[in-house]
């Protein structure tokens, strides 16, 4: 056991996939996995571990925020030995040409602040996804007939955001869609020498002001975890 997550040696995965509710962690475990079994539900946050292809997965929630992520990730790779953690979770479109349903594989993270911002002090860290990764997350989108988009992403450190100046520079500069996770992500794994990647499904549009319906989710949802599976193990 670690401090928030009450498994037992050996009952978590070298493959975590990491969304942010932990509803969405059991969903995709009895959805995706064979034999899934609860292996966390400390302070809620639940986690599973089953098999896909025959091989072993965990899917466990990661909760709101680059904070709370931070504390699973590390906890993950350091006290139970994960290899590689996709984040699977939805995110806010910044650029006309994204749609609402489509993926997102989000190659950069930027951030104004994680909380591992004070390990670089005066640097500012450019955290990457593991280029295997979302290779081949791209090739399973193709297959798959999925639209998606490739580039940079912003972690926001703030849902209810007032900076209408930030999202117009970050639009500006190319920047796909808006979650508020994979900066910090990104940055625990290259610390620990463990590979990740962010799958996203845009599911509002910041411009369009248009929202993924409710029954549509579920579909949409299951394609990013489908794609993150094919990419960690396929």
């Not at 995709?28 to 966390?40: H, K, P, Q, R, Y």
């Not at 979770?89 to 591992?116: C, H, L, N, W, Y």
């Not at 992500?185 to 463990?194: E, K, P, Q, S």
Request: glycine content about 10%; hydrophobic content about 45%; proline content about 3%.
């Amino acid at each position: 056991m670690s401090t928030h997550i009450g498994a037992k040696p050996g009952e978590i995965a070298e493959t975590v996939l990491l969304p942010g509710d932990p509803y969405r962690a059991r969903w995709a475990a009895e959805t995706f996995l064979d034999g899934a079994v609860c292996i966390n539900q400390v302070r809620g946050m639940l986690g599973y571990t089953g098999t896909w292809k025959g091989n072993r997965v965990t899917i466990h929630g990661s909760g709101m925020g680059m904070p709370s992520l931070s504390i699973y990730a590390n906890e993950l790779i350091r006290d139970y030995g994960a290899k590689c953690l996709i984040r699977i979770g939805s995110a806010g479109a910044m650029q006309e040409a994204v749609k609402v349903r489509d993926v997102v594989i989000a190659m950069t993270a930027s951030t104004i602040s994680t909380p591992s911002a004070g390990v670089f002090r005066e640097m500012n860290f450019a955290p990457c996804a593991d280029y295997g990764l979302l290779e081949r997350a791209v090739a399973a989108a193709r297959a798959k007939g999925t639209r998606f988009h490739v580039g940079g992403i912003h972690s926001s450190d703030a849902f209810y955001d007032e900076r209408p100046d930030l999202m117009e520079a970050l639009k500006r500069h190319g920047v796909l869609a808006v979650e508020m996770e994979a900066a910090e992500l990104y940055t625990v794994a290259a610390r620990h020498g463990a590979r990740a990647l962010a799958v996203l499904t845009v599911s509002d549009h910041l411009i369009a002001g248009e929202a993924l319906p409710s029954e549509d989710r579920e579909r949409s949802f299951g394609d990013m975890v489908e794609i993150a599976l094919e990419a960690a193990l396929g």
